[in-house]
T-cell receptor, first 113, second 114 residues
């Protein structure tokens, strides 16, 4: 177990709706990254938050947004959901020595109908 | 497309055999590499990492080899066990930037037959 917790574990939404996913980072970690993993693919970087500021973003549209809170937990928000947004959304935390080593949660499986 | 890829999408081995999972990368600026194991319904689990100033690193039953000349990375698992069955991902990063973004390959499915 990594100590990174995500909620909910599963979620079903319809096209056009909005969704918020939550992540609690491992104790002592100040950086949270979000990844999208489509079925049969490797995780794709969405963005990273460090000390409550966005610290890098992948090739995702602005309807993907996030927040990081003072306790380093984080939210991923997706507006105007599309069918292709169906995926496993992974949160990873890092911090301290070896910050490139990410510790992943079990993810939120989002299905958009 | 992705700069990190895998030669073999699936690998099937007998319990007790050694497994070798290969990975090619195309970004010559990448200087940090990491292997993850992902079991069904779980997030990626760290296995081992290596920096570009090394060509070999060993862990418990696992060894990572890095060949920068041909941009190739491999994961060797000794005495493979049924619990090793999972999808294995290699990922790369370019250090020194303002953030640490791992670029993942598509993964290799390892099946261990008892």
């Amino acid at each position: 177990e990594t100590g990174v917790t995500q909620s909910p574990t599963h979620l079903i939404k319809t096209r056009g709706q909005q969704v918020t996913l939550r992540c609690s980072s491992q104790s002592g970690h100040n950086t949270v990254s979000w990844y999208q993993q489509a079925l049969g693919q490797g995780p794709q970087f969405i963005f990273q938050y460090y000390r409550e500021e966005e610290n890098g973003r992948g090739n995702f549209p602005p309807r993907f947004s996030g927040l990081q809170f003072p306790n380093y937990s984080s939210e991923l928000n997706v507006n105007a959901l599309e069918l292709d947004d169906s995926a496993l959304y992974l949160c990873a935390s890092s911090g301290g020595q070896g910050t490139e080593k990410l510790f992943f949660g079990s993810g939120t499986q989002l299905s958009v109908l | 497309g992705e700069s990190v890829g895998l030669h073999l999408p699936t690998l099937s081995v007998q319990e007790g055999d050694n497994s070798i999972i290969n990975c090619a990368y195309s970004n010559s600026a990448s200087d940090y590499f990491i292997w993850y194991k992902q079991e069904s319904g779980k997030g990626p689990q760290f296995i081992i990492d290596i920096r570009s100033n090394m060509d070999k690193r060993q862990g418990q039953r696992v060894t990572v080899l890095l060949n920068k000349t041909v941009k190739h990375l491999s994961l060797q698992i000794a005495a493979t066990q049924p619990g090793d069955s999972a999808v294995y991902f290699c990922a790369e990063n370019v250090s020194g930037g303002s953030n640490y973004k791992l670029t993942f390959g598509k993964g290799t499915l390892l099946t261990v037959n008892p």
